[in-house]
């Protein structure tokens, strides 16, 4: 992608400079992991715009959620990531390589917000997780609005996304993973700035609403999954 692979994202005087070797190096890895616990069954990806910029909104079950997202999408989504796991020595090095973005989920985080912005400037795919956190029972949780109103403002479509299979593989306190099918799998994107009426707080309700919807039929149409 050229210049747009070391996008640089300024934010809170911190310089992200992802490196394509290493997020090729962590495909081919996570590759190998989830071809050895799986396999892994990706399905939609030619919904994935082939360039400019994209969001990826993907329901969240599992910390594995993130790498088979990345292994998966045919372009390189760059993660926002909850700031306690770039503290981990060389996991947290390796996250800032791979391009995720640190977030601080307890606080107003602008500088994540102005980085999230230059990654969709730079022409790329920022993968969001709009429930916030993981679900512990599998269903779907309710949406923050935050990644509608980043679509909105720089008028990017969503591409809603799901990752089933994953809290099998890694189950919540499990310290070892466990052999299980994973699937990913990709939907039409939503241009919702065609959709919505005008900018209103009500509009973007409704479009935190329909993402919300796309991403629970994409899970109901699975059969390995069950949701709420």
């Given at each position: 992608m050229g210049a747009r692979q070391k996008a640089r994202v300024q934010a809170s005087k911190r310089l992200w400079q992802p490196n394509r070797l290493w997020y090729l190096a962590g495909r081919v890895f996570w590759g190998w992991v989830f071809g050895i616990l799986g396999?892994?069954?990706?399905?939609?990806?030619?919904?994935?715009?082939?360039?400019?910029?994209?969001?990826v909104a993907s329901n969240h079950v599992s910390g594995l959620d993130p790498f088979a997202l990345g292994c998966a999408c045919p372009r390189w989504p760059q993660f926002l990531a909850k700031h306690e796991l770039f503290r981990v020595p060389i996991f947290g090095y390796l996250l800032r390589q791979w391009g995720a973005i640190p977030i601080d989920?307890?606080?107003?985080?602008?500088?994540?917000?102005?980085?999230?912005?230059?990654?969709?400037?730079?022409?790329?795919?920022?993968?969001i997780f709009p429930e916030g956190t993981r679900s512990l029972t599998g269903q779907l949780q309710e949406?923050?609005?935050?990644?509608?109103?980043?679509?909105?403002?720089?008028?990017?479509?969503?591409?809603?996304?799901?990752?089933?299979?994953?809290?099998?593989?890694?189950?919540?306190?499990?310290?070892?993973?466990?052999?299980?099918?994973?699937?990913?799998i990709f939907g039409p994107p939503l241009r919702l700035w065609e959709i919505l009426?005008?900018?209103?707080?009500?509009?973007?309700?409704?479009?935190v609403g329909l993402l919300r919807k796309q991403v629970l039929r994409m899970m109901n149409d699975d059969p390995s999954t069950g949701s709420g």
């Open positions: 396999p892994m069954r990706v399905q939609g990806t030619e919904h994935v715009p082939a360039s400019g910029p994209a969001i989920r307890d606080a107003a985080d602008i500088g994540s917000a102005r980085a999230a912005l230059q990654v969709l400037r730079a022409g790329e795919v920022l993968a949406f923050h609005p935050g990644t509608v109103n980043l679509a909105l403002k720089q008028r990017v479509p969503i591409v809603p996304a799901v990752v089933t299979g994953s809290d099998r593989v890694l189950p919540k306190g499990a310290r070892l993973p466990r052999r299980h099918p994973i699937r990913v009426p005008d900018g209103s707080e009500a509009s973007r309700q409704a479009g």
